[in-house]
């Protein structure tokens, strides 16, 4: 079993910053690919980027692409989701998953292939 917990999310102007954490229980983090996911009123859960076991091979959404940066620290079974030149669409719960156990290299894209989700966290960017 694996508890995740968000943190870091709040109200920021656009053009501003702000860096989501993902602290991760158990012994396995380091063997799961993880992603960060957001769900904005009224919309469907979105993917918005993962990011390998090794902190290898991230994949972004063009919408967040050059703006959000994923990172890791395996040896604090953390993710991190950097996220600077907010924009009002990119309001939303934000939620991070933990993938399945894997010896692999891949960045999940699908909801599907994650077995783990925090609470979520509410990013809300003013215009």
């Known amino acids: 079993q694996v508890q995740l917990v968000e943190s870091g999310g709040g109200l920021v102007q656009a053009g501003g910053s702000l860096r989501l954490s993902c602290a991760a229980s158990g012994r396995t983090f380091s063997s799961r690919a993880m992603g960060w996911f957001r769900q904005a009123p009224g919309k469907g859960r979105e993917f918005v980027v993962s990011i390998s076991r090794s902190g290898h091979n991230p994949y972004y959404i063009d919408s967040v692409n050059g703006r959000f940066t994923i990172s890791r620290d395996n040896a604090k079974n953390t993710v991190y989701l950097q996220m600077n030149s907010l924009k009002p669409e990119d309001t939303a719960v934000y939620y991070c998953?933990?993938?399945?156990?894997?010896?692999?290299?891949?960045?999940?894209?699908?909801?599907?292939?994650?077995?783990?989700w925090g609470q979520g966290t509410q990013v809300t960017v003013s215009s």
């Open positions: 998953a933990a993938g399945r156990t894997t010896t692999g290299w891949e960045s999940p894209t699908s909801e599907y292939e994650y077995d783990y």
